[in-house]
């Protein structure tokens, strides 16, 4: 019979395919992860012009181009006010390979890493593929994540706590004094901080800060991507940014499974990164207005959901059976427990979809609700 590692048995491929699958081909789908805008053309015309020129047919450094890092750098310094070395950064294939390199280069076979509940579903599946043991928390009322929750549940075996804001799949915005307090929780306790930053620039109410701005001993791990930021999700273009001798260890990972990352995404991400920001805005302004069009439709169903500050997800608690005729009623959300225990009980809304195909939806849950409430 063949034999596979118990850490990948440990792993299932993500609920949300599932939910995709189950749905007709003509249905609305509010399942999705990524923004519904065309990547900016100076980034596009960016990768032709690499690709033309043939600059890419080879190798990048394995921590990516010398020009891409640095682009990165001056990203941190314009909107993070966050001093970067471009040697302290590695381009990745996606934020996701980012946290993977992350974890397998911090995380000891059965160390915990702490994360929230409900979350992005990659924190616990890469544990385990860490060999790591996961430790999910729950949130509070308005789904952000305590400091004090994540400072109870580190123990000795503690290797790491992931904190993501805005927040997959909640919208939900951790405030500046929670930033300082995961900062001050990753010095005092010696374990690693990875903070997960790439929905940075969709935020609605209040503002994005880093746990780096606070970090004054090295533990802090900044994941971040162009995927959301500039609608590049197709490209697979992250980075990871953290202490020198911590960068180092990932780049090890990174250099074996990975060498570089694909160096037409870095010619485009670096366009992106320098050129113009309108796009980062216009879609911001964009996800904004639905998030309010779709919170007046929960509230006229009745259904209660804590406001989203930012991404483009909203987590409504929905009563038993509404995920199903919601879906049945050909519109894709995705059930909370796909996220987490702690979720089971809401439903995740991804709004990253134009107004008009939003409204629909919007009857349609309605009708739904109506429903399952009769
Ligand atoms: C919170 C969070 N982190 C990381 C990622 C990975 O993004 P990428 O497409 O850059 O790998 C996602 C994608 O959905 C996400 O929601």
Not at 177 to 188: H, Q, V
């Amino acid at each position: 019979m063949t034999e596979f590692s118990s850490r990948v048995e440990q792993v299932s491929i993500s609920g949300i395919r599932e939910v995709f699958e189950a749905a007709g081909e003509d249905a609305i789908n509010l399942g999705l992860g990524q923004p519904d805008f065309p990547t900016p053309d100076h980034a596009r015309e960016a990768a032709v012009d690499a690709i033309r020129s043939g600059k890419v047919d080879a190798y990048t450094s394995n921590k990516g181009t010398r020009e891409l890092r640095e682009a990165i750098a001056a990203k941190h310094d314009r909107d993070n006010d966050l001093e970067v070395d471009p040697e302290d950064v590695i381009a990745t294939s996606g934020g996701s390979e980012a946290l993977h390199i992350a974890l397998e280069a911090h995380v000891n076979e059965g160390e915990e890493v702490v994360f929230p509940d409900p979350g992005f579903v990659s924190y616990d599946a890469l544990t385990h593929l860490a060999g790591g043991t996961p430790n999910p928390v729950g949130l509070r009322e308005d789904l952000t994540m305590d400091p004090a929750t994540v400072e109870d549940a580190i123990t000795e075996d503690t290797a790491a706590f992931v904190v993501n804001s805005p927040a997959n799949p909640t919208g939900a915005v951790q405030s500046p004094e929670d930033m300082r307090e995961f900062a001050r929780i990753a010095s005092d306790h010696d374990v690693l901080c990875i903070s997960d930053e790439v929905y940075e620039h969709q935020v609605f109410e209040g503002e994005h800060r880093s746990p780096a701005e606070f970090d004054d001993t090295g533990n802090v791990v900044v994941v971040n991507a162009c995927s959301k930021a500039y609608s590049m999700t197709g490209w697979r273009l992250g980075w990871v940014t953290g202490s020198n001798e911590r960068i180092e260890r990932m780049l090890r990972v990174h250099q074996y499974a990975q060498a570089c990352a694909s160096a037409p995404a870095q010619y485009a991400a670096e366009a992106a990164l320098t050129g113009p920001q309108e796009p980062v805005a216009e879609m911001r302004e964009a996800f904004e207005e639905r998030r309010d069009v779709l919170l007046a439709g929960f509230e006229e169903m009745g259904l209660e959901c804590p406001t989203p500050k930012g991404a483009f997800y909203a987590m409504p608690k929905v009563p038993e059976g509404w995920v199903e005729e919601v879906i049945d009623r050909g519109v894709v959300v995705v059930p909370g427990d796909a996220f987490g225990e702690n979720g089971d009980g809401y439903a995740r809304i991804s709004y990253a979809t134009d107004l008009e195909t939003l409204k629909e939806a919007i009857d349609v849950m309605a009708e739904a609700t109506a429903a399952v409430r009769e």
